[in-house]
């Protein structure tokens, strides 16, 4: 008899708690089990025109006894505007302890993002119970990631008069605008390729720091350097009619760090580096010195001085 009323109160107990469940609102439901999410790399890097892709880890963990799966949708909550980012899966269904791993492409959308500028994606991973997820709540998963772009280095040079006209024993001077195209703080160092023959020259500032192109100007960053030479002269009244070529070499160097994937983590690149943060950028210019030379006043008067003593000598032995 005992038992034939205990069995009845458990039944009744039970029949209570289900019906103040089904009543109450979906705010008091039960905790029933926790989705999780984690992502295989962090930090992740990008090329300026490439993409990638990682896996994100999906799994539900049940609290109480479960036979029936969860219906698992993956939001992403946050990304910078300039990243595309798609998981391969967006919506699947999970069983008690099961896990999946989803592919999330990463591309970018927008150009010139600055290197080294870390920013966070953040996922979260819904599990809703397909029978029953009226009472019973299932906690969200939350995951993120870093993600970063790789620099890359590009520079032009522009002349507006490559070609320019002067005198013996002048100053010639050749404006430089370096402008650069890259996504990161650049040096740049001037050279000539070769020595102008007798020509002197000298470049001022011989090294520029360029800061990285802002994104979605259409105008880069520049700075303007210059060449300036000085046209060779003989020690006499001469006259000169010649042509000399300058070729001018650009070294720019990006002051940042080249990532690569290394199985489940990104290194900065060993190899190839030279490839990848140095750009050889190249001008070139003409030089005509056209005209006669006459020395200055000492050297006349030390012509003339020579002349008449000369002339003095000569008299003296007629």
Request: glycine share 8%; net charge neutral; proline share 6%.
């Amino acid at each position: 008899m005992l038992k034939k009323s205990l069995t009845i109160g458990v039944i009744f107990g039970v029949a209570v708690l289900l019906s103040s469940s089904l009543l109450s609102p979906v705010a008091d439901a039960l905790d029933w089990g926790a989705m999780n999410a984690s992502p295989n790399i962090s930090p992740y890097y990008i090329d300026r025109y490439g993409s990638g892709s990682l896996t994100l880890t999906v799994s539900y963990s049940a609290f109480f006894f479960q036979y029936f799966p969860v219906w698992v949708e993956i939001n992403v909550v946050k990304s910078p505007s300039w990243l595309t980012v798609t998981p391969s899966q967006k919506t699947f269904v999970l069983q008690k302890g099961e896990s999946r791993g989803v592919k999330v492409a990463l591309a970018l959308n927008q150009q010139d993002i600055e290197a080294g500028n870390l920013q966070t994606v953040e996922f979260e991973v819904t599990g809703r119970i397909i029978l029953g997820g009226q009472v019973r709540e299932i906690a969200t998963g939350k995951a993120d990631i870093q993600v970063g772009v790789n620099p890359y280095t590009q520079i032009t040079l522009e002349i507006a008069k490559p070609i320019e006209r002067t005198a013996p024993d002048r100053e010639l001077t050749f404006p430089i605008t370096v402008k650069n195209w890259g996504n990161a703080q650049t040096t740049v160092t001037l050279s000539l390729t070769d020595e102008p023959g007798k020509w002197k020259y000298i470049i001022n500032p011989q090294q520029l720091i360029l800061p990285p192109k802002k994104p979605g100007d259409s105008n880069p960053t520049e700075q303007v350097a210059s060449l300036t030479l000085t046209s060779p002269h003989g020690t006499v009244i001469s006259y000169h009619n010649n042509w000399q070529g300058i070729a001018l070499q650009a070294v720019a160097r990006t002051d940042g760090k080249y990532y690569v994937l290394q199985g489940d983590h990104f290194e900065v690149s060993q190899q190839d580096k030279e490839k990848i943060t140095i750009f050889n950028g190249y001008a070139t210019m003409l030089a005509k010195n056209k005209g006669f030379y006459v020395p200055g006043f000492d050297s006349i008067m030390l012509i003339g001085a020579l002349a008449a003593i000369a002339l003095m000598i000569r008299r003296k032995k007629e």
